[in-house]
């Protein structure tokens, strides 16, 4: 009986020796089960962060490279058009025939045929301004042109055209065609024929230097001593005009007021231009002089650089 006993104690016992021993088997597997999955879930999301990484940085090249490829086409673009426009009014100088008379030239001209004239003993004749365009051959071109303007030695040297408002011709060339560079024009109020006192052009101010970027250039008063003079060639003939003031000037400045008479007010307007000045050009007006102004605009999109200039023939 005790033997029995001790012999079903001893199975018992091997028993749950036995069951534990399973149980601690078979314990480390589940866990490492566990830590397998948990490892394949982070490695899963691991490869997941770095595919969306990879999409991003793809789409952002991509945007990048799309960028490029745009703005490398608006400069090859610009440029073209500059390269265009450029050689456009290039082949329109051809119509200029001959170089602009200075003044001085002018009056040592007019000299010597009065003396002439004294010992003809007939009264003299006036030197009448030598017409250097073709007027009629750019017409044909383009019935809207009036005229030629330029200030030699530099490369301001364009015909120019009247418009019916002031903004077709920033955007059109000569020739109608669309430009960034645009035209040398007429403030579309004033008579084609400059008769009024005072006449307003305009011109861009092109980063390649072209139409009207040069103005800038007088904000040197050298630069003025050595082009004092611009030149206006109209169907009457040939025209010049010496510069009196050059300065900036905001775009509601009464330096774009015209319709004047010979009066006080004209008087007023001329001593505000002569006042506005960057320095002195040691050049007088009067309200018997007819005037000019030559306007392109700066970086500053509410400000213009003008030059102004009283016509001497």
């Given at each position: 009986?005790?033997?029995r006993?001790k012999?079903?104690?001893?199975t018992?016992?091997?028993?749950?020796?036995?069951?534990?021993?399973?149980?601690?088997t078979?314990?480390?597997s589940?866990?490492g089960?566990r830590?397998?999955?948990r490892?394949?879930r982070?490695?899963?999301?691991?490869r997941?962060?770095?595919?969306t990484?990879?999409?991003?940085?793809?789409?952002?090249?991509?945007?990048?490279?799309?960028l490029?490829?745009?703005?490398?086409?608006?400069?090859i673009s610009?440029?073209?058009g500059?390269?265009?426009?450029?050689?456009?009014?290039?082949?329109?100088?051809?119509?200029?025939?001959?170089?602009?008379?200075?003044?001085e030239?002018?009056?040592?001209?007019?000299?010597?045929?009065?003396?002439?004239?004294?010992?003809?003993?007939?009264?003299?004749?006036p030197?009448?301004?030598?017409?250097?365009?073709?007027?009629?051959?750019?017409q044909?071109?383009?019935?809207?042109?009036?005229?030629?303007i330029?200030i030699?030695?530099?490369?301001?040297?364009?015909?120019m055209?009247?418009?019916?408002?002031?903004?077709?011709?920033l955007?059109?060339?000569?020739?109608?065609?669309d430009?960034k560079?645009?035209?040398i024009?007429?403030?579309?109020?004033?008579?084609?024929?400059?008769?009024d006192?005072?006449?307003?052009i305009?011109?861009?101010?092109m980063?390649?230097?072209?139409m009207?970027?040069?103005?800038?250039?007088?904000?040197?008063?050298?630069?003025?001593t050595?082009?004092?003079?611009?030149?206006?060639d109209?169907s009457?003939?040939?025209?010049?005009?010496?510069?009196?003031?050059c300065h900036?000037?905001?775009?509601?400045?009464?330096?774009?007021?015209?319709?004047?008479?010979h009066?006080?007010?004209y008087a007023?307007?001329?001593?505000?231009?002569e006042s506005?000045?960057?320095?002195?050009?040691g050049?007088?007006?009067?309200?018997?002089?007819?005037?000019?102004?030559?306007?392109?605009?700066?970086?500053?999109?509410?400000?213009?650089?003008?030059v102004?200039?009283?016509k001497?023939?």
């Amino acid at each position: 009986m005790n033997e029995r006993n001790k012999a079903g104690k001893n199975t018992t016992a091997g028993n749950a020796a036995q069951k534990n021993n399973k149980q601690k088997t078979t314990a480390p597997s589940h866990r490492g089960d566990r830590i397998s999955s948990r490892n394949r879930r982070r490695a899963q999301e691991a490869r997941r962060r770095r595919r969306t990484k990879l999409l991003i940085q793809g789409v952002f090249l991509g945007f990048c490279v799309c960028l490029l490829c745009f703005s490398i086409y608006q400069l090859i673009s610009i440029f073209g058009g500059y390269r265009s426009s450029d050689k456009e009014y290039e082949e329109l100088r051809q119509y200029v025939r001959e170089e602009p008379v200075a003044p001085e030239e002018m009056a040592t001209a007019s000299d010597s045929d009065e003396s002439d004239e004294e010992e003809a003993d007939a009264p003299a004749s006036p030197i009448l301004p030598m017409s250097r365009i073709d007027l009629a051959a750019l017409q044909e071109i383009n019935p809207d042109a009036i005229g030629w303007i330029e200030i030699p030695d530099t490369i301001i040297n364009y015909p120019m055209v009247h418009g019916e408002d002031n903004l077709y011709y920033l955007k059109h060339t000569f020739r109608k065609e669309d430009s960034k560079s645009g035209s040398i024009f007429l403030e579309s109020k004033n008579h084609v024929d400059f008769d009024d006192l005072h006449t307003i052009i305009y011109g861009h101010n092109m980063k390649n230097g072209s139409m009207f970027a040069g103005l800038k250039e007088y904000s040197s008063k050298s630069y003025l001593t050595a082009h004092p003079y611009v030149y206006i060639d109209l169907s009457d003939g040939s025209h010049c005009y010496q510069i009196f003031s050059c300065h900036e000037a905001s775009t509601s400045d009464n330096c774009y007021t015209i319709g004047y008479q010979h009066d006080e007010v004209y008087a007023a307007f001329l001593e505000s231009l002569e006042s506005a000045s960057l320095y002195d050009t040691g050049v007088d007006v009067g309200i018997e002089d007819s005037v000019i102004t030559l306007s392109t605009c700066t970086k500053n999109g509410t400000r213009r650089f003008v030059v102004h200039a009283k016509k001497i023939y």
